[in-house]
């Protein structure tokens, strides 16, 4: 199985300030059939479903704010947030899609300060 | 609107069988990937189990022989027959479907499933 190791697993972050979180998987997640790479971010707000963010590294979901941004290649990926607001509390998955079966980061808790 | 309802979650006792729904609007669930996701309480994310457009179906190894996930397309809704239920499958599912290769989105509100005598 594909391990996916997150850090920090705890985020605390004063608002307007810049986040970042990496993401690292245990194989390259680069499908080179159709030259994707299968890692996304979701964010799960308190009490409420997961919600994709960005899928295949570095695209933004419809609806996303541009303050969020996703980077990487092979086996090294990071979340970055521009400036931090209120509303984006919760916690931060990363995911791999790349094979079966599907597994996801233990998650990174974001708080405000 | 593309929504996602679960729903069939409940109290059942190790050994038993529990049928959950997701009763997809605004698209054909046999048009999608589908995806049956759990977490348990405070725990993180566990994928499941999905079916493909084709009919194919892949399972985490955990479930695997236990679950079975399938469509009705008359119904337009998504189904995981879970059987032989441990206290280690206790979680909350959700349901999701992946649109190539642009994620999971949405998700449903989740239906918590409690395994316990």
């Known amino acids: 199985d594909i391990v996916m190791t997150q850090t920090p697993l705890s985020l605390p972050v004063t608002p307007g300030e810049p986040a970042s979180i990496s993401c690292r998987s245990s194989q390259r997640l680069l499908d080179r059939n159709d030259g994707n790479t299968y890692l996304d971010w979701y964010l799960q707000k308190p009490g409420q479903s997961p919600q994709l963010l960005i899928h295949t590294v570095s695209f933004r979901a419809s609806g996303v704010p541009d303050r969020f941004s996703g980077s990487g290649s092979d086996t090294d990926f990071t979340l970055r947030i521009s400036r931090v607001e209120a509303e984006d509390v919760g916690v931060y998955f990363c995911?791999?899609?790349?094979?079966?079966?599907?597994?996801f980061g233990q998650g990174t808790r974001l708080e405000i300060k | 609107e593309v929504q996602l309802v679960e729903s069939g979650g409940g109290l059942i006792q190790p050994g038993g069988s529990l049928r959950l729904s997701c009763a997809a609007s605004?698209?054909?669930?046999?048009?999608?990937?589908m995806t049956w996701v759990r977490q348990a309480p405070g725990k993180g994310l566990e994928w499941v189990s999905v079916i493909y457009t084709g009919g194919s179906t892949y399972y985490a190894d955990s479930v695997e022989g236990r679950f079975h996930i399938y469509i009705d397309n008359s119904k337009n809704t998504l189904y995981l027959q879970m059987n032989n239920l441990r206290a280690e499958d206790t979680a909350v599912y959700y349901c999701?479907?992946?649109?190539?290769?642009?994620?999971?989105?949405?998700w449903g509100q989740g239906t918590l499933v409690t395994v316990s005598s």
């Open positions: 605004g698209f054909s669930v046999s048009s999608k990937y």
């Open positions: 995911m791999q899609r790349l094979e079966f079966p599907i597994t």
């Open positions: 999701t479907r992946e649109v190539g290769s642009m994620g999971y989105d949405p």
